[in-house]
Structure formats: C-alpha cells, structure tokens
C-alpha cells in the first residue's frame, strides 16, 4: 500500500522490555492470522490527542502535536517495519472547525485515503469531556457517510487523559463508564444503528495516557489508574476488533461517492414524469385552449370560417 519501503520501527526499542516483547507476541499473533500489514485511521475532534496517540504507539515523534493551534489540513501516513510487519498510523486533521463539521477537513481526507485499506478506526476523544452534544453526533455522521456504517464494526473508542481525578467526588469507574456509555450512544445515534443491531456488536472504549507525566510500573511500563499497561492493552483490543469476522475497509472511488451514487434518486425519475405530464404539461395545454376559444379573432378568419356574413 505505501509506494516506499517503511522504515524500521526502531521506536518499539524505546518502551521497556516487558511492553516489547507484548507487543512482539501480539504482533506475532497476527503474523499467524496471515495479517502481515496492520493500518489505523485516527479521527476525532481537534485537539483530543489524535497525534499524541500515535507518537505514543510509534515510540518517535511522528505527528506535530499543538495544544493550542488548529492542526495542518493534511492527514499524514507513518509507517514502520518490524520482522516482516508493517504498521500504518495516518493522522487526520480534527474534523471540526468554527463549530461545525469541516467538508474541507472530510474532503482532504477522503482523498488522501483513495486506494488505502483501513483496518481499524480509532475514534479519538478525552476522557476528562463532561458532556457529549450535537456536534459529536454531526461528526460520527460525518464518519458514517464517509465510510459506512460498517467503518463503526472495526471501531475502537480511545479517550485519552486518561490520568484524570474525576470531578464531584465520583468514582473513577463510574465516571469512565458514564463517559463511555454517553459516546457509544452519541455513535449509535450519529450512525442511525439500531439498538438491538449495534449491542451485537459492542465497540470496545480503551483508555490512554499520553502524557509524560503518566504513572509507571516496577518494569517503566506506562499504566492507567487501575495499573494496566495502557500500550499493549491498546495493541491487544486493535487485534481483537480486527478478528472479529468483519471485513477492513477499502476506500475506493465508489465509497467516496457514496452508495450507488449513479443510480440514487432513478426510482423517483417515473414518479416525476407522471407529476410533469399531469400537472404541468395538461394544465398548461388547457390553459392554451382555453386562451384560443377566448381569442377574438380577426375579421377576415371569421369571414374564411364562413361566420362573418352570418354576423354582419
Ligand atoms: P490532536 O489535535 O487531536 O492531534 O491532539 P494533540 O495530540 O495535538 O494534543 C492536543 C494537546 O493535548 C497537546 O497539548 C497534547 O500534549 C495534549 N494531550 C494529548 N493527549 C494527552 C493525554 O493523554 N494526556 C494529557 N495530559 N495531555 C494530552
Ligand atoms: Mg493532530
């Protein structure tokens, strides 16, 4: 898929010994499922830690992360190599801008990902959000449009700051699992899933500590507040979702588009004609006629029709 060799991924030798070898094992897993290539799409809003994540992952810094200015327009695509493994994280720019969903941000997108397969979505906000509006569902319909409802099928949600005291005395637990109940219904909403339909296939909520100040273990292995390794617990959850029998998605011309972008509206095309014909073509051929019957004709056509001499 990426037109040059990638570079080895020697960033994986920055993380302790433990989380390497994890990581090598999972890697190794996949190798056996005949998955030789793994690529990861991060979406989100601006500013929720979509390029942190990926230098995390990357063990380099990859992707300019701002906590301030917007982000560059364009996605960018690493890749690194190890032992005949390739990973490809692409970084998007955030999908809002002024309040609204950015066709401009989806429209670069889209065509930076033309011909690349997506193996796994992962859907970037912040833990520490109280609150999930309508601008978060405008952007998950924005994601389903794109890519169709099946993109959410190969979805993880990562909700990064995951470091987080949690405010009015709320359990850590409660406060994650209220936070990640609101964003799964703020998806299934976006993505107009039915209930039933989208609870077959629960889309994992994995958390994530970007910062440098994470907490670590006896073995320096970055962990979340219930001592879990965040980076290989993240790995983990990517293999899972993308064994799980749904299919990657290829980002092809026609799924730009649009589903059938040709034929949409064809069955309406009779239904129109008929409309046109009875109520535009008749009314105005009677409204002719009747103009004619009311004509007042000219002498000389009277006089032809033989109603003239009658008359006069
Ligand atoms: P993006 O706009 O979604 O790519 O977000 P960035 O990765 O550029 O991050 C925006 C700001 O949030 C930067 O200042 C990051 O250092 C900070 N940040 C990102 N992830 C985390 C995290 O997990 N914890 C903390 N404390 N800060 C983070
Ligand atoms: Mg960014």
Redesign the pocket.
């Known amino acids: 898929m990426a037109s040059r060799i990638p570079r080895e991924w020697f960033g994986i030798q920055q993380f302790p010994a433990v989380t390497q070898s994890k990581l090598h094992e999972l890697l190794g897993k996949l190798k056996e499922e005949n998955v030789s290539t793994l690529t990861i799409l991060l979406m989100?809003k601006?500013?929720?830690?979509?390029?942190?994540?990926l230098n995390s992952i990357m063990g380099e810094r990859l992707?300019p992360?701002?906590?301030f200015q917007s982000?560059g327009l364009r996605p960018i695509m690493c890749s690194r190599m190890r032992a005949g493994f390739t990973l490809n994280i692409i970084?998007t720019p955030?999908l809002v801008e002024g309040g609204y969903v950015s066709e401009q941000a989806l429209e670069v997108i889209k065509r930076f990902l033309l011909n690349k397969t997506i193996d796994v979505l992962l859907y970037?906000d912040r833990l520490d959000a109280y609150r999930v509006d309508s601008l978060d569902i405008q952007v998950i319909k924005a994601i389903t449009d794109t890519f169709g409802k099946r993109i959410w099928q190969r979805t993880l949600v990562v909700l990064?700051?995951?470091?987080l005291s949690p405010p009015d005395g709320l359990n850590y637990d409660d406060f994650f699992a209220r936070r990640s109940e609101a964003l799964i219904k703020c998806i299934r909403l976006g993505a107009c899933i039915k209930k039933q339909e989208f609870e077959k296939s629960a889309i994992p909520v994995v958390l994530?500590?970007?910062?440098g100040r994470c907490r670590t273990n006896d073995n320096g292995e970055k962990i979340l507040p219930d001592g879990t390794a965040w980076i290989p617990n993240l790995v983990e959850v990517i293999t899972v979702v993308i064994s799980n029998g749904s299919k990657p998605i290829t980002v092809d011309q026609k799924l730009i588009e649009g589903p059938n972008a040709d034929e949409r509206g064809k069955f309406f095309i009779p239904l129109i004609l008929a409309f046109q014909y009875f109520f535009v073509v008749k009314v105005i051929q009677k409204a002719i006629k009747q103009d004619i019957a009311k004509e007042s004709k000219p002498l000389w056509e009277l006089r032809d029709m033989g109603v003239a001499n009658r008359k006069f």
């Open positions: 989100g601006g500013g929720v830690g979509k390029s942190s994540t992707a992360v701002s906590a982000e970084d955030g970037v990064t700051h995951a470091q994530v500590e970007n910062s």
